[in-house]
């Protein structure tokens, strides 16, 4: 089945017309036209082994959404089979995932439009989303289902570097350092277990940046991937976002008064303890390993 014929497995207005849209790294995501004028995204996952990672995703943003909050997910529709998630076959032979939500109001922003009003709408809109997810009751998950590792456990963030301290050896830079580099990362690794043992948990987004922030105008409309959200140190989000959404402005002078902006806004949000402003420098030194 091509992906012209999936509209099949959905109660939408068929056939569909596909077109491009930004987004999906890990997945293949297209903008999705139903004959009656409704518009939706698809997304095709090529491994099926995430499926119980999709099931529980689905979960999850049905769970925020009963939160009331002021901004949208996009949460999967059920299929005619009942299903949030559907398996079909695709032209190649190979099998795939597919999922289909509402295309949601709002567009990304770019370089021009990181102001600090747009940055401090991103930082409130982080901290409601975290008060919500520290609200939500235990998400029911697939028996099969392995929650992601925390952003700290290095060794297990992909199958391909089990030592990332090996890994670093094989970059095509000057052995001064690499030397450099394997004893900072060494630092951080070993100062992680006592990061875990004394600080604030709880569930998280972990991919908050511009790419997964829909607006209209400075107000945030949606909210996008959560395809690496689970539990982890609370002020991860924050780390995360602060690496990632001024990275298109560093060198132009203009990166420092919106990480200043967000940072700002969130932490009068959403108060966090002293030992946890303590130890920030050190949580951003390994807060982005999903990149």
Not at 102 to 114: E, I, N, S, V
Not at 229 to 243: M, N
């Amino acid at each position: 089945m091509n992906r012209d014929s999936l509209w099949t497995m959905w109660p939408v207005a068929g056939p569909w017309r596909i077109f491009p849209l930004v987004g999906g790294t890990n997945s293949l995501i297209e903008g999705i036209e139903a004959t009656d004028g409704q518009m939706f995204v698809l997304r095709i996952v090529p491994d099926t082994t995430q499926a119980p990672r999709l099931q529980y995703e689905a979960a999850l943003l049905e769970a925020l959404h009963n939160q009331g909050l002021p901004f949208l997910f996009p949460i999967p529709l059920k299929a005619k089979s009942g299903d949030n998630v559907v398996s079909f076959t695709q032209e190649d032979g190979t099998t795939a995932l597919a999922t289909l939500c509402p295309l949601l109001p709002g567009r990304l922003t770019d370089r021009d439009d990181r102001t600090v009003r747009m940055t401090t709408s991103a930082g409130s809109a982080l901290a409601v989303l975290d008060r919500a997810f520290a609200s939500l009751p235990e998400i029911q998950t697939p028996d099969i289902f392995r929650p992601l590792p925390t952003f700290g456990d290095l060794a297990h963030w992909h199958p391909l570097v089990p030592d990332p301290l090996v890994a670093i050896e094989r970059l095509p830079i000057a052995n001064e350092l690499i030397r450099q580099i394997q004893t900072f990362l060494s630092e951080v690794m070993e100062s992680v277990p006592d990061l875990y043992k004394y600080l604030p948990q709880q569930l998280l987004h972990r991919d908050y940046d511009s790419s997964n922030i829909l607006m209209d105008r400075e107000r945030v409309t949606a909210i996008l991937d959560f395809e690496f959200a689970g539990r982890d140190i609370r002020i991860l989000d924050l780390c995360v976002s602060i690496s990632w959404l001024p990275v298109i402005l560093f060198g132009t002078g203009r990166e420092w008064e919106v990480i200043d902006a967000f940072g700002k806004h969130i932490l009068l949000t959403i108060l966090l303890e002293k030992t946890s402003y303590a130890q920030y420098p050190l949580y951003c030194a390994y807060g982005t390993p999903l990149r």
